[in-house]
């Protein structure tokens, strides 16, 4: 091979995979933030509490990085945007 050709190749290379990144780094922010509106149609959530019930005091809720942050449902699976004051008929108080 000649040498003034190989940096050239390694570039192109380079930029192969860079091009092909792109698409799964999207993928991944994107499935990173998913609701299930299906689930939280057939549990009536709301993004607000119902008196002392709350998403943060069920015993269902996966807390998000902070306190007031997003988290999961182990009742709405896939589900990550669930809001710690949000309520839904799954709701059972921590014991």
């Given at each position: 091979m000649n040498e003034h050709h190989k940096p050239r190749r390694d570039f192109l290379k380079a930029s192969g995979a860079a091009v092909a990144a792109i698409p799964l780094l999207a993928s991944s922010r994107w499935a990173a933030a998913a609701k299930n509106d299906?689930?939280?149609?057939?549990?009536?959530?709301?993004?607000?509490?119902?008196?002392?019930?709350?998403?943060?005091?069920?015993?269902?809720?996966?807390?998000?990085?902070?306190?007031?942050?997003?988290?999961?449902?182990?009742v709405m699976s896939g589900d990550t945007e669930i809001s710690p004051k949000g309520y839904c008929v799954a709701w059972v108080k921590k014991g």
């Open positions: 299906a689930m939280r149609t057939a549990f009536k959530y709301q993004d607000k509490p119902e008196g002392e019930k709350m998403c943060s005091n069920c015993m269902q809720f996966v807390p998000g990085k902070a306190a007031d942050a997003p988290g999961g449902c182990n």
